[in-house]
């Protein structure tokens, strides 16, 4: 696969990736990963058989505590959450090779944008 590094063009499977060279990173765009967790994350606190993530959500929502006092339950909540949504991204076929070559081209040297002169202000 021929492709310039600023290519676009996503690695396609059953969750494109993306990837944007900007001047200090390679960012790897998976919006489809994204919305399969928001998913996972709703499929959970909507479970009819399993209400307790929904319950703890809403004990969250409704009491006042501060940033401190809440930050525990909120971290717990976040953990089981996170234990439920889909975290892993399946390449297939030549998928991972051509992830490994886009990934090597658009991490090379890159020159560094001039700075501007602090009194060209």
Do not use: K
């Amino acid at each position: 696969m021929s492709t310039t590094p600023d290519d676009r063009t996503p690695i396609t499977g059953p969750i494109p990736i993306s990837i944007e060279v900007t001047p200090t990173a390679v960012v790897l765009d998976m919006a489809a990963l994204t919305r399969l967790v928001v998913g996972d994350v709703l499929d959970a606190l909507l479970d009819p058989d399993d209400t307790g993530l929904w319950d703890r959500l809403t004990d969250l929502a409704d009491v006042e505590r501060t940033p401190d006092e809440g930050r525990l339950p909120y971290e717990e909540l976040v953990a089981d959450l996170a234990e439920r949504a889909s975290s892993r991204v399946p390449l297939y076929g030549p998928r991972p090779l051509e992830l490994a070559d886009r990934l090597l081209r658009s991490s090379g040297p890159r020159p560094v944008p001039p700075q501007r002169e602090a009194d060209a202000a």
